[in-house]
């Protein structure tokens, strides 16, 4: 059975879900800003750290530290750097040059599920 279970502060927002199962002691935590509701942390079954993420003011991803390269001791050096830019004549992101990698392939894609306008 997989159970998940919520932290928050007494009539605060959600700071962090944790899940546990399938196996005895396999918990999993997904911590979040209390500011913004979004994901800034994931630590795997094994305690590992996989993902930390920053954000920029307006809430997009700007810098990503991955399983291996850990945010602690290495603030200003992340696996994943966006930069965003509007495209030229207009007042909306351009889609095609919207994040920009500086270190792996993958770049700036969503770590975590997106949900934009309904």
């Given amino acids: 059975m997989v159970t998940t279970g919520y932290v928050a502060q007494p009539g605060g927002p959600v700071t ?16 979040f800003s209390p500011y913004r509701g ?3 942390k994931t630590v795997d079954v ?3 750290v996989t993902a930390e993420v920053a ?6 991803t700007a810098e990503v530290w991955r399983l291996g390269w850990r945010r602690a001791g290495y603030e200003d050096r992340p696996n994943d750097e966006c930069s965003y830019h509007f495209a030229p004549d207009s007042e909306q992101v351009d889609p095609g040059a919207a994040a920009h990698p ?11 599920p997106v949900h934009g306008p309904e």
């Fill in 102 to 112: 500086t270190r792996r392939p993958e770049g700036c894609l969503p770590l975590f």
């Fill in 38 to 40: 979004l994901p800034v």
């Fill in 16 to 31: 962090a879900m944790t899940t546990t199962g399938p196996m005895p002691g396999w918990t999993s935590r997904q911590e």
């Fill in 46 to 48: 094994n305690g590992r």
């Fill in 55 to 60: 954000y920029d003011p307006l809430d997009r």
